[in-house]
């Protein structure tokens, strides 16, 4: 399940929960059954009277719906969390409100029922299995203790509880396979579709171009060279405006803003760079296509006269300075590749920079 839908789920079984916990406390102060614990515990039951302990039960079981709702609505938590720490509450506040009130009697069967419905929707089959077992087997203790009753209540309500855990559990499993397939056939279609676009362009251009290439390797034995130079700089173009494009294609499966080359190929930027570059295989690899891109866009977009990359390694963290004296970010740009691979070693990236006044990018990434 996707996050949105995650959240968009526990925020309505948040909703429901609120709504249950009103209509219980509005219904336990309305109903006169005596508590199955008063034989043991001085409880005070009746028409419009509720017990300081059952009515803090229910107060606490108020607080605790309220809070969730609220924490997922404004989204302070991330609702896996929420799913995972609320599970087994609402068990327990059943099996409390139960011992409180008229045991298999009272409103308590429907926070089991609540749990268990929310489990098979939120997990598939095995976590409602595990939460209609709990429910079922603290719900055979309420008989137990309790003298009162019919084989309805002895027998009916527990077997309804565990069909309804496994059909609900069952629904839900099937609910998260076809999503499953469903992101798999996504991917599937859209390699496909990445395939099937770099297969009938960029690889046929390259094809043309290497026949070309085999051309002029055989024309060079039999003629000088500075006559292929025409047919040279041709090519050259035709490799860049592909380069162009493929730049501007992945950008595209990026979901980011497609934007024109730069205007600086007349500009010659002076490079310098100080290294000192040590860690793992893949972090090393991963800082070298960093500053690689680094010295794309500077070529590409700064139109700088000087721009200088440092390096620095220690036992904790790499430290990178892509700077330079072009014209700068515009608002709210980010370089996209670098940006995504800061973010995948768990690194940060500091963009300071002003209009005309050059940029300097910061990236600090900790070490593997």
Same mark, same amino acid.
């Given at each position: 399940?996707?996050?949105?839908?995650?959240?968009?789920?526990?925020?309505?079984?948040?909703?429901?929960?609120?709504?249950?916990?009103?209509?219980?406390?509005?219904?336990?102060?309305?109903?006169?059954?005596?508590?199955?614990?008063?034989?043991?515990?001085?409880?005070?039951?009746?028409?419009?009277?509720?017990?300081?302990?059952?009515?803090?039960?229910?107060?606490?079981?108020?607080?605790?719906?309220?809070?969730?709702?609220?924490?997922?609505?404004?989204?302070?938590?991330?609702?896996?969390?929420?799913?995972?720490?609320?599970?087994?509450?609402?068990?327990?506040?059943?099996?409390?409100?139960?011992?409180?009130?008229?045991?298999?009697?009272?409103?308590?069967?429907?926070?089991?029922?609540?749990?268990?419905?929310?489990?098979?929707?939120?997990?598939?089959?095995?976590?409602?299995?595990?939460?209609?077992?709990?429910?079922?087997?603290?719900?055979?203790?309420?008989?137990?203790?309790?003298?009162?009753?019919?084989?309805?209540?002895?027998?009916?309500?527990?077997?309804?509880?565990?069909?309804?855990?496994?059909?609900?559990?069952?629904?839900?499993?099937?609910?998260?396979?076809?999503?499953?397939?469903?992101?798999?056939?996504?991917?599937?279609?859209?390699?496909?579709?990445?395939?099937?676009?770099?297969?009938?362009?960029?690889?046929?251009?390259?094809?043309?171009?290497?026949?070309?290439?085999?051309?002029?390797?055989?024309?060079?034995?039999?003629?000088?060279?500075?006559?292929?130079?025409?047919?040279?700089?041709? @090519? &050259?173009?035709?490799?860049?405006?592909? =380069?162009?494009?493929? +730049?501007?294609?992945?950008? /595209?499966? %990026?979901?980011? !803003? $497609?934007?024109?080359?730069?205007?600086?190929?007349?500009?010659?930027?002076?490079?310098?760079?100080?290294?000192?570059?040590?860690?793992?295989?893949?972090?090393?690899?991963?800082? @070298? &296509?960093?500053?690689?891109?680094?010295? =794309?866009?500077?070529? +590409?977009?700064?139109?700088? /006269?000087? %721009?200088?990359? !440092? $390096?620095?390694?220690?036992?904790?963290?790499?430290?990178?300075?892509?700077?330079?004296?072009?014209?700068?970010?515009?608002?709210?740009?980010?370089?996209?590749?670098?940006?995504?691979?800061?973010?995948?070693?768990?690194?940060?990236?500091?963009?300071?920079?002003?209009?005309?006044?050059?940029?300097?990018?910061?990236?600090?990434?900790?070490?593997?």
């Amino acid at each position: 399940m996707t996050p949105t839908g995650m959240q968009q789920m526990e925020q309505n079984i948040a909703r429901c929960r609120l709504v249950l916990s009103v209509a219980a406390l509005v219904a336990m102060y309305v109903d006169p059954a005596e508590p199955l614990l008063s034989r043991w515990i001085p409880l005070v039951s009746g028409p419009f009277v509720m017990d300081f302990r059952l009515l803090t039960v229910m107060v606490l079981h108020l607080t605790y719906s309220g809070s969730v709702y609220f924490l997922l609505w404004r989204e302070w938590v991330p609702a896996q969390r929420v799913a995972a720490q609320t599970i087994w509450i609402d068990v327990l506040f059943g099996a409390a409100i139960g011992m409180l009130t008229e045991g298999v009697t009272s409103p308590a069967f429907p926070f089991f029922a609540f749990a268990v419905v929310a489990a098979g929707l939120r997990a598939g089959l095995r976590q409602a299995i595990g939460v209609t077992a709990a429910s079922v087997g603290l719900y055979e203790c309420l008989i137990v203790i309790s003298t009162r009753g019919s084989a309805e209540l002895y027998i009916m309500r527990p077997v309804y509880l565990a069909i309804t855990g496994y059909l609900v559990g069952y629904l839900g499993q099937q609910h998260l396979d076809l999503q499953d397939e469903m992101r798999h056939i996504e991917v599937a279609e859209q390699r496909h579709r990445i395939a099937r676009d770099l297969h009938d362009n960029f690889s046929q251009v390259l094809a043309g171009v290497d026949l070309r290439l085999e051309s002029w390797r055989r024309q060079l034995r039999a003629r000088p060279g500075a006559e292929m130079l025409s047919e040279l700089a041709e @090519l &050259q173009g035709s490799v860049k405006r592909q =380069s162009e494009d493929l +730049r501007s294609y992945t950008r /595209s499966l %990026a979901g980011l !803003e $497609i934007r024109a080359a730069g205007e600086d190929a007349g500009t010659v930027t002076r490079l310098r760079v100080s290294a000192e570059l040590s860690g793992s295989v893949d972090l090393v690899d991963h800082i @070298l &296509q960093i500053v690689r891109e680094g010295i =794309s866009n500077v070529r +590409r977009h700064a139109r700088a /006269s000087a %721009a200088r990359i !440092e $390096i620095r390694t220690d036992q904790s963290q790499v430290r990178v300075s892509i700077e330079d004296d072009g014209v700068g970010f515009q608002v709210d740009t980010t370089p996209w590749s670098i940006a995504s691979r800061v973010k995948e070693l768990g690194g940060r990236l500091q963009i300071v920079a002003e209009k005309g006044r050059g940029a300097q990018l910061l990236i600090t990434v900790p070490q593997a």
